[in-house]
């Protein structure tokens, strides 16, 4: 404890600190109210967004991962959106019905694979992250968890099972997220390839020698363990 008639700068500073009903813990109160009002700007934790234009630019900048509730499927000519109703990072009551229109990036979507995406994610709750925002749609990497399959990414699944594929020319984002998301979506469509996976069975048709190829593969998955199978990711 300080003596109030300590005559030193830093006394007096201590003082005033201490004095329970001094301006000193206004200012500390201030000043901590405003870095948490600052931190609640920041992360949005009540916001529910509902078009693209509520996402907030730092969010894509730093790849802020967002979640909700796929409320369906919408196909058209040109794109297949998933009308997302987003869940704040902390739920509170909203009367506002509005959901997010979200586009899985890089990826050009079959009939098959809509009929896949109603089946998959209708009502399903999924992560998105934020990478292009439109005026009519966010543009996302999709992410399906689930416990007893783990994680599962959208567009990579999609094109691995020749029901989209990639999107050509994509963004030139060079951040390490983006661009491990257009390596998986590239190497997923060349194992569609491989394997002649819906679109790529009619695009390609099955020779004598990828016919051989298909059966020596087949037998050495039933004789290996798993494990092994999907390290060599036959």
């Known amino acids: 404890m300080v003596r109030e008639d300590d005559p030193s700068v830093l006394g007096r500073l201590q003082a005033f600190m201490e004095d329970e009903m001094g301006s000193g813990k206004l200012i500390t109160y201030g000043i901590a109210s405003a870095g948490l009002l600052a931190a609640l700007y920041k ?22 991962p967002l979640q909700g509730t796929v409320q369906r499927v919408e196909p058209s000519s040109t794109r297949v959106l998933l009308i997302v109703d987003h869940q704040p990072l902390v739920p509170l009551p909203h009367f506002n019905k509005a959901c997010l229109p979200v586009k899985i990036g890089g990826v050009d979507i079959t009939g098959n694979g809509v009929s896949w995406l109603q089946t998959v994610l209708s009502g399903k709750v999924v992560t998105f ?43 030139k984002l060079k951040d390490k997220q983006v661009l ?4 998986s979506l590239a190497n997923a469509q060349k194992w569609a390839i491989r394997r002649r996976n819906g679109y790529w069975h009619f695009v390609k048709q099955p020779t004598i020698l990828w016919k051989v190829q298909m059966f020596m593969i087949d037998k050495m998955k039933a004789l290996l363990p798993n494990i092994v199978v999907r390290r060599l990711d036959l």
């Open 43 to 64: 992360i949005r934790p009540f916001a529910k967004f509902t078009k693209p234009s509520d996402i907030p630019l730092h969010f894509l900048q730093s790849r802020v």
């Open 129 to 171: 992250l934020p990478i292009i925002r439109e005026r009519e749609y966010l543009e996302c990497v999709v992410t399906l968890t689930e416990k007893n399959l783990g994680s599962l990414e959208i567009g990579e699944e999609l094109v691995k099972l020749g029901l989209a594929t990639v999107h050509e020319p994509w963004v």
């Open 180 to 183: 491990a998301y257009k390596s």
